[in-house]
């Protein structure tokens, strides 16, 4: 036993047993079933079951570490990247060292491709792949757990309750990352803030930073330990939320009752549409380590804000948002090629986007809507 056997990724020679034991739980082989046949799944699934496993067994035959495994699962993006990316675009990576390693914190908005997505753009650019924080909240399912910690995730203890308990968990989570970063040279994914930004609002929660110093030593100024940890503030921006019906749903019970209950395994049901669901274009801004005289959380949280907003790059469908919102058009730019916001130039794109919103709940449109239009709200404010 080591010290972070509880949270860790799976080690090379823990690999083959567990893909051995995902390949026997029945679970697992039906939630592959159910996401690679949704239509078929309830009145085939006899026959489609057996299939899979035969075909998953054949994949995943002669893999024997990590690298292995992931070199499947990029087969996997590669194939979801055909059909619901129209284009994965990134810019800033080239200022980083191929051979460092980084805590790459980001805005959050889809709970798997957030950084599904930088570890594509690290791994087909030469950089080695993520550590990625999990909450245990995600991980109802053994199979799941299995899975997430095969591909390179740690988990973050989310049930603790007791305050003292809480504290414990955070305190590990933290001797964790900086042991990823400083004494095993690996990159490390974590979220701006826990859950996603719903309402495409991207604003760092404190608490996630204070954890991150909850490892450093009380003699040490946290200037010099923020340096050791190599933060690289990252901005990730989709044209087209495949949750955002869901979002909008939640946000408005939320308005309307007070509250809102997640159903059971809801959270992998959003993963699942994260993954299955239109995104169309997708930009990640890979922003400046943060490398300042920071002399408290506060400093470090708005040097983060600030990057993450700043080099957010915003799509048509945001700009097209924004002036259903608020009627009139917005001075910006929108895609990769940082395009000037010109409405009479994009008449399809605004037919599409309105027949999509149109599709949802008209009271809950408004709030769609300003999913899309705040990002927008955001960089004006930022300028």
Not at 118 to 128: A, M, P, R, S
Not at 146 to 162: C, G, P, Q, T, Y
Not at 218 to 234: F, G, N
Request: aromatic share 8%; hydrophobic share 40%.
């Amino acid at each position: 036993m080591t010290e972070f056997d509880d949270i860790r990724p799976y080690r090379d020679d823990e690999v083959r047993p567990t893909l051995d034991r995902l390949l026997a739980d029945q679970e697992f082989i039906d939630a592959v079933t159910r996401l690679k046949f949704p239509a078929l799944h309830s009145w085939l699934g006899w026959l489609l079951k057996p299939l899979v496993r035969s075909k998953l067994t054949q994949q995943l035959s002669g893999i024997q570490d990590v690298q292995g495994f992931q070199s499947v699962v990029e087969k996997y993006m590669s194939n979801m990247m055909e059909t619901c990316v129209k284009e994965l675009t990134f810019s800033g990576l080239e200022k980083l060292d191929k051979h460092s390693a980084y805590l790459f914190i980001s805005n959050h908005r889809d709970i798997a491709m957030d950084p599904a997505f930088v570890n594509w753009v690290l791994y087909h650019n030469g950089c080695n792949t993520l550590r990625i924080a999990i909450g245990d909240n995600l991980l109802t399912k053994p199979f799941a757990s299995d899975l997430m910690r095969l591909n390179k995730s740690f988990i973050v203890n989310r049930s603790a309750k007791a305050p003292r308990e809480k504290l414990k968990a955070a305190k590990h989570l933290s001797a964790y990352i900086h042991h990823s970063i400083v004494n095993e040279n690996s990159n490390i994914w974590i979220a701006q803030r826990e859950g996603r930004a719903k309402d495409g609002n991207d604003k760092t929660n404190s608490a996630v930073l204070g954890m991150l110093m909850l490892n450093k030593p009380k003699t040490e100024e946290l200037a010099d330990y923020v340096k050791k940890l190599r933060i690289v503030p990252v901005s990730i921006s989709y044209e087209l939320d495949p949750c955002d019906a869901a979002k909008a749903r939640e946000l408005y019970l939320h308005r309307t009752e007070g509250s809102y209950q997640k159903e059971e395994h809801e959270d992998v049901r959003s993963i699942a549409m994260g993954i299955a669901g239109n995104k169309g274009n997708i930009h990640l801004a890979f922003g400046d380590v943060l490398n300042d005289d920071y002399q408290n959380a506060d400093e470090l949280v708005a040097a983060l804000d600030h990057q993450i907003l700043g080099n957010y790059v915003l799509h048509a469908t945001n700009c097209i948002a924004y002036e259903m919102v608020y009627g009139r058009v917005p001075a910006v730019n929108y895609g990769a090629n940082n395009t000037p916001y010109d409405p009479t130039k994009l008449i399809a794109e605004r037919t599409a986007f309105e027949v999509r919103m149109n599709a949802i709940p008209s009271g809950q449109r408004e709030i769609a809507l300003g999913i899309y239009a705040n990002p927008v709200v955001s960089k004006l404010a930022e300028c």
